[in-house]
């Protein structure tokens, strides 16, 4: 396949990509969310990034659709910076793919996203990324309940799988 090909290939991803996007809206804008067409692309931008980025391929359309349908009804969310924020949820979903080792689905990672965004993170998108989501992976990854919380126990495991290593 020839490079010009190729390139050609990828605009027609995009613009399909960007057309769902803008799709969303109609469900959005009951929340008073709505996205650009110029906001959609770089979602889309975004999202190959941190494809990229994470050393994932991704086959279909995508999660973008999923986490705006899914986070369209927190009561954190406004018109401001949304696009900024959804780029931000794009890339923190990625990391903690990699991060939970595919070990939980796609559906079930946006959920958690969700329930901690808008439940004890109260709207903070660093809380998310940087205490719940990663306490989260690190449950995942110890084989443990995502929502476990006891932090002694925690430790403890972890000393003991550093002492059998």
Same mark, same amino acid.
């Given at each position: 396949?020839?490079?010009?090909?190729?390139?050609?290939?990828?605009?027609?991803?995009?613009?399909?990509?960007?057309?769902?996007?803008?799709?969303?809206?109609?469900?959005?804008? =009951?929340?008073?969310?709505? #996205?650009?067409?110029?906001?959609?692309?770089?979602?889309?931008? *975004?999202?190959?990034?941190? #494809?990229?980025?994470?050393?994932?391929?991704?086959?279909?359309?995508?999660?973008?659709?999923?986490?705006?349908? *899914?986070?369209? =009804?927190?009561?954190?969310?406004?018109?401001?910076?949304?696009?900024?924020? #959804?780029?931000?949820?794009?890339?923190?979903?990625?990391?903690?793919?990699?991060?939970?080792?595919?070990?939980?689905?796609?559906?079930?990672?946006?959920?958690?996203?969700?329930?901690?965004?808008?439940?004890?993170?109260?709207?903070?998108?660093?809380?998310?990324?940087?205490?719940?989501?990663?306490?989260?992976?690190?449950?995942?990854? #110890?084989?443990? =309940?995502?929502?476990?919380?006891?932090?002694?126990? *925690?430790?403890?495991?972890?000393?003991?799988?550093?002492?059998?290593?």
């Amino acid at each position: 396949m020839s490079f010009e090909l190729m390139l050609f290939d990828n605009f027609l991803i995009e613009k399909q990509a960007v057309s769902e996007i803008l799709l969303c809206n109609k469900i959005t804008a =009951d929340y008073a969310l709505v #996205l650009s067409e110029e906001q959609a692309l770089e979602l889309v931008e *975004t999202r190959s990034d941190s #494809l990229k980025n994470f050393g994932r391929v991704e086959f279909g359309g995508g999660i973008i659709e999923k986490v705006i349908l *899914t986070f369209a =009804d927190s009561p954190y969310l406004s018109q401001y910076r949304y696009a900024e924020f #959804l780029n931000d949820l794009v890339e923190i979903f990625y990391y903690f793919k990699n991060e939970t080792l595919d070990l939980m689905n796609d559906d079930d990672l946006i959920g958690y996203m969700k329930k901690y965004f808008n439940g004890v993170c109260q709207g903070s998108l660093d809380q998310l990324k940087f205490r719940e989501l990663e306490r989260m992976a690190k449950n995942i990854r #110890l084989g443990l =309940d995502p929502d476990y919380n006891d932090l002694y126990e *925690t430790e403890k495991i972890l000393e003991s799988e550093d002492d059998d290593e």
